[in-house]
């Protein structure tokens, strides 16, 4: 099992920057990979951002591409995501998301809150 702890999250202005962090606990040298996704009110939760820890390969989807940068610290235990020029759309809570496998997510964390103020 691995366990998945969020922290990072808060209230920024638009155009500001905020860095999400993900701590794994437990079996971590299963995770192959790694990702960030985000819900918003009456919205489907939506994938933003994953690294394939195998060859550290990322995917960004087209709305944050160019403004948020994915990685890990060199133990791949922690994750992060750099989030920049924030727009009011970016606001949701964010969920990190472990798995064994390149192409699934097995693990969840519970999530943290970024709000973007205009």
């Known amino acids: 099992q691995v366990q998945l702890t969020e922290s990072g999250g808060g209230l920024v202005q638009v155009g500001g920057s905020l860095r999400l962090s993900c701590t794994a606990s437990?079996?971590?040298?299963?995770?192959?990979?790694m990702g960030w996704h985000r819900q918003a009110p009456g919205k489907e939760r939506e994938s933003v951002a994953s690294i394939n820890l195998m060859g550290d390969t990322t995917y960004y989807a087209p709305s944050v591409n160019g403004r948020v940068a994915i990685s890990t610290n060199n133990a791949k235990n922690t994750l992060y995501l750099d989030l920049h020029r924030l727009k009011p759309e970016d606001a949701a809570v964010y969920y990190c998301?472990?798995?064994?496998?390149?192409?699934?997510?097995?693990?969840w964390g519970q999530g943290t809150q970024v709000a973007v103020s205009s």
């Open positions: 998301a472990a798995g064994d496998t390149p192409t699934r997510y097995t693990y």
């Open positions: 437990g079996r971590t040298n299963t995770i192959a990979l």
